[in-house]
């Protein structure tokens, strides 16, 4: 699945970069029309399925797979909005840090919160797999509620600026995949979240 992510991530941030700006905007349609099936699918990752030995792990690798094709595809164009909102250098990195400050946040309180919601859940006299499946629930919940709040708010915000594309040459995907390749600190940075996420 995380493989299956590698692939993903370059295809859908080309498709991302490429989709014509329509009256929401550039991005943002990908935040609402994928949130509800990235929410479904966070619920299916916690959701124990009456299967056999393998025909669950392939069960929880098509879901897993799905999971990373919908998150790529409201995550992607999460990140690049930024850069579609403002022109100032300042505003992009301001815009940025407060992203990522408050998903550290919420990574924390999740990561920790989850064990002890399970927990409690069990206590109330549930089975474990209840419990996942409650958490799982609300944790897909939040996710949908969060990309489409994202989505309603900046809709019609992006700024564009008009590219002659007659003048110059349109790179194609692989083309481009390959000239990121020849990058040195690119490669280093892609086999550092490769051996992250493999560990």
Known sequence: AVLWDAVTDPLIGYLSDKYKPRKWGKRV????AFAIPLGIMVALLFTDMPFGPTAKAIYFTLINMGFFTCFTLCDIPYVSIGSELTDDYNERIRLRTFSQFFNNIGSLIITSGLIIAVDWIMAQGNSEGFAWKICGIILGAACTISYMAAGLVLRG?????????????????WKSFREMLEIKQYRVLISLSFFYNFS
């Open 29 to 32: 349609p990908f935040l609402i």
């Open 157 to 173: 915000k992006e700024k564009y600026k008009e590219v002659n594309t007659e003048k110059k040459e349109v790179t194609g995907f």
